[in-house]
T-cell receptor, first 114, second 113 residues
């Protein structure tokens, strides 16, 4: 998984609680992404980062926030989890030196919101 | 809105045959198209990239075609093996860094021995 770890790998939480997912990379890649994957929808971009402290919204950003204080770490926070946020979350990285758009994915975090 | 369709949710073929997966898109003008492989419980893994001005790309037993007029890509695995069983995703991009990436829902391929 290209030097990308995600933690936790599995989490069960209750509606209304805050949740933070962590993505850590050892590749020193500039760009980092958070996706969610749901049956029938494919991967959908939540937020991405193009550098330390530089982030932007993706297609499905409502209810999520992100932070990137170091090159290697990208955090995804659900301020108040809802059942619709039950999903598998993937972190990905890319670098300008790679073929355009090529992304390397982490192993995923399975989140269940009860 | 942008839409990507992959020919079927699941495809079963016999070992040794050629698997052909289809990716169709609408309302998008991609600069390139990529194919990824995803195994259960794992993240997607990049396989091949083909640019809008390329008709065909090959890598070992894999071949990808890209027809921007038909708005379609075909992904072929020749001499398929049970180890090729996985879900295959197509993705379209129009920038260098994936911010405008759009993924298809995937096709689950099963190669039967």
């Amino acid at each position: 998984d290209a030097g990308i770890t995600q933690s936790p790998r599995h989490k069960v939480t209750e509606t209304g609680t805050p949740v933070t997912l962590r993505c850590h990379q050892t590749e020193n890649h500039r760009y980092m992404y958070w996706y969610r994957q749901d049956p029938g929808h494919g991967l959908r971009l939540i937020h991405y980062s193009y550098g330390v402290k530089d982030t932007d919204k993706g297609e499905v950003s409502d209810g999520y926030s992100v932070s990137r204080s170091k090159t290697e770490d990208f955090l995804l926070t659900l301020e108040s989890a809802t059942s619709s946020q039950t999903s598998v979350y993937f972190c990905a990285i890319s670098d300008p030196g790679d073929p355009p758009g090529t992304q390397y994915f982490g192993p995923g975090t399975r989140l269940t919101v009860l | 809105s942008q839409k990507i369709e992959q020919n079927s949710e699941a495809l079963n073929i016999q070992e040794g045959k050629t698997a052909t997966l289809t990716c169709n898109y609408t309302n998008y003008s991609p600069a390139y198209l990529q194919w990824y492989r995803q195994d259960p419980g794992r993240g997607p893994v990049f396989l091949l990239l083909i640019r809008e001005n390329e008709k065909e790309k090959r890598k070992e037993r894999l071949k990808v075609t890209f027809d921007t007029t038909l708005k379609q890509s075909l992904f072929h695995i020749t001499a398929s093996q049970p180890a090729d069983s996985a879900t295959y995703l197509c993705a379209l991009g129009s920038d260098n860094y994936g911010q405008n990436f759009v993924f298809g829902p995937g096709t689950r391929l099963s190669v039967l021995p």
